[in-house]
């Protein structure tokens, strides 16, 4: 079992910066695939980045490719999404997850998620 609670959302004006943190409880966190999804207001969810249980692969939607980064420490059970350059377009409830067998696109594959930290960008 995995709990994982994510922090560091707010409010920002467009070209400002925010790093999300995601503290995941248990043993086995390393063991797990990480991926960050996010949802807007009358919009499915849809897949912002992903890092395999190592950190050694990163896998990020095209629309924030260049200016997100997602990064894992396992000594802190902890991942994070820098996201810099924020544009109005990435307002939305942003997800942390947890995924047993491998990251993924897909946010069907992800076994654990968290409750949500609300990122807004104002023009």
Known sequence: Q???VESGG???QAGGSLRL???ASGRTFSSYA???FRQAPGKEREFVAAISWSGGSTYYADSVKGRFTISRDNAK???Y???NSLKPEDTAVYYCAAANEGASHFGTEYDYWGQGTQVTVSS
């Open 2 to 4: 995995v709990q994982l």
């Open 10 to 12: 707010g409010l920002v």
């Open 21 to 23: 943190s995601c503290a």
């Open 34 to 36: 990480m991926g960050w």
């Open 77 to 79: 059970n902890t991942v």
């Open 81 to 83: 999404l820098q996201m």
